[in-house]
């Protein structure tokens, strides 16, 4: 089979950051300049020498038009990507949106073939509700799914300008409702359906979770947050110590949010899911943030507000890493391994959820 230009340009770019993880730490922090040291933490010396090569040499996307940007999203994420993760099996099919089907993908663990029922979770990519889909996130689902040993439904939400908030989280509560009342016919266990995004999708999952348990619908068993914004309102420290140069910049998280919101208040706890006036009788929460990261302030910020509320909580702070790791397992061993353990504390989270 030949490769196209654009395939080729993607392997040739995915062998080089390989190459370039596998240099020694020293040789990496020689190449970034030094050691990055920010908040008394030390970023990872094979990132800071990555990121300070991307400054150097890749074009920002801020000022382009929002297709430009989805495109640029999908290069990079197959780039960090790599080969796929195998899994039992991978399907696209329609799920129902708030205002009609949305294209969604369900990845089958390689365990639903010889063992019982595993859990289903309903998943929501990252992109500031803006960019990404479920090609940009192919391989974060593909590892959950194995490494979880749960089903992942991933679910292409419509996305601004083209829809303005709340249409996103209208269709994330939808699709959620939707996978509920069909998990039995995806092979999955229809009493154990979870929800779980990265970035904005963390955000949606953190609504859903609100959403279902003020309706009084099924509520998902367990939230897997990993870097969700969970509060526009206010800038925290991290926004500032993190503004630039380190792969989400703060001028990008504005555009993003702005694009989203509309005329919106960002006090909507819709937008900010941290403001809810009650953060009691939610499902468990996996919350995730990197040291790095603008938004871990405000995703450690609804950590503590859930367990102070009497949600069960667990936090991990991914040490010497950036916001969009869980994508970069295919480049970059620490975030591999950081996602690695993830995957297996979500696993015992649900397990633990569920009495099993």
């Given at each position: 089979?030949?490769?196209?230009?654009?395939?080729?340009?993607?392997?040739?770019?995915?062998?080089?950051?390989?190459?370039?993880?596998?240099?020694?730490?020293?040789?990496?922090?020689?190449?970034?300049?030094?050691?990055?040291?920010?908040?008394?933490?030390?970023?990872?010396?094979?990132?800071?020498?990555?990121?300070?090569?991307?400054?150097?040499?890749?074009?920002?996307?801020?000022?382009?038009?929002?297709?430009?940007?989805?495109?640029?999203?999908?290069?990079?994420?197959?780039?960090?990507?790599?080969?796929?993760?195998?899994?039992?099996?991978?399907?696209?099919?329609?799920?129902?949106?708030?205002?009609?089907?949305?294209?969604?993908?369900?990845?089958?663990?390689?365990?639903?073939?010889?063992?019982?029922l595993r859990?289903l979770v309903?998943?929501?990519?990252?992109?500031?509700?803006?960019?990404?889909?479920?090609?940009?996130?192919?391989?974060?689902?593909?590892?959950?799914?194995?490494?979880?040993?749960?089903?992942?439904?991933?679910?292409?939400?419509?996305?601004?300008?083209?829809?303005?908030?709340?249409?996103?989280?209208?269709?994330?509560?939808?699709?959620?409702?939707?996978?509920?009342?069909?998990?039995?016919?995806?092979?999955?266990?229809?009493?154990?359906?979870?929800?779980?995004?990265?970035?904005?999708?963390?955000?949606?999952?953190?609504?859903?979770?609100?959403?279902?348990?003020?309706?009084?619908?099924t509520q998902?068993?367990?939230?897997?947050?990993?870097?969700?914004?969970?509060?526009?309102?206010?800038?925290?420290?991290?926004?500032?110590?993190?503004?630039?140069?380190?792969?989400?910049?703060?001028?990008?998280?504005?555009?993003?949010?702005?694009?989203?919101?509309?005329?919106?208040?960002?006090?909507?706890?819709?937008?900010?899911?941290?403001?809810?006036?009650?953060?009691?009788?939610?499902?468990?929460?996996?919350?995730?943030?990197?040291?790095?990261?603008?938004?871990?302030?405000?995703?450690?910020?609804?950590?503590?507000?859930?367990?102070?509320?009497?949600?069960?909580?667990?936090?991990?702070?991914?040490?010497?890493?950036?916001?969009?790791?869980?994508?970069?397992?295919?480049?970059?061993?620490?975030?591999?391994?950081?996602?690695?353990?993830?995957?297996?504390?979500?696993?015992?989270?649900?397990?633990?959820?569920?009495?099993?």
């Open positions: 089979m030949s490769l196209t230009k654009g395939a080729v340009t993607v392997a040739v770019q995915h062998r080089l950051a390989r190459a370039l993880d596998a240099l020694p730490a020293s040789a990496a922090t020689r190449v970034s300049g030094g050691p990055v040291v920010v908040d008394g933490q030390m970023l990872d010396p094979h990132l800071a020498m990555v990121l300070a090569l991307e400054r150097r040499i890749r074009p920002s996307t801020d000022g382009v038009p929002v297709e430009e940007r989805r495109a640029a999203l999908r290069e990079s994420a197959a780039i960090a990507a790599g080969a796929p993760i195998a899994v039992g099996r991978v399907r696209d099919l329609p799920v129902d949106g708030a205002a009609g089907p949305l294209r969604a993908r369900l990845y089958a663990p390689v365990s639903a073939t010889v063992a019982g859990p309903v998943f929501f990519h990252g992109g500031g509700w803006v960019v990404g889909d479920i090609e940009s996130h192919d391989q974060p689902c593909r590892l959950l799914c194995r490494y979880a040993d749960v089903h992942v439904l991933s679910v292409d939400y419509r996305l601004a300008p083209e829809h303005l908030f709340p249409a996103a989280a209208d269709d994330a509560i939808a699709a959620f409702a939707w996978a509920v009342g069909h998990a039995e016919e995806l092979g999955a266990d229809p009493r154990r359906v979870a929800v779980a995004g990265d970035s904005a999708g963390g955000n949606l999952a953190a609504v859903v979770a609100q959403a279902t348990r003020d309706s009084g619908t998902p068993v367990a939230q897997l947050l990993l870097y969700p914004g969970a509060d526009g309102s206010v800038s925290r420290p991290s926004k500032s110590l993190f503004a630039e140069g380190f792969m989400l910049t703060r001028t990008q998280m504005d555009w993003y949010w702005d694009t989203y919101r509309g005329d919106t208040e960002p006090t909507d706890p819709r937008l900010s899911p941290l403001l809810a006036a009650d953060l009691g009788g939610l499902a468990p929460a996996l919350v995730t943030t990197a040291a790095f990261d603008p938004l871990r302030d405000e995703g450690e910020a609804y950590a503590a507000a859930l367990r102070a509320a009497g949600t069960t909580v667990v936090l991990r702070r991914a040490p010497g890493l950036v916001h969009g790791y869980f994508s970069m397992t295919g480049v970059h061993r620490a975030s591999w391994h950081e996602s690695l353990a993830v995957a297996g504390a979500f696993a015992a989270l649900l397990d633990s959820a569920t009495g099993r």
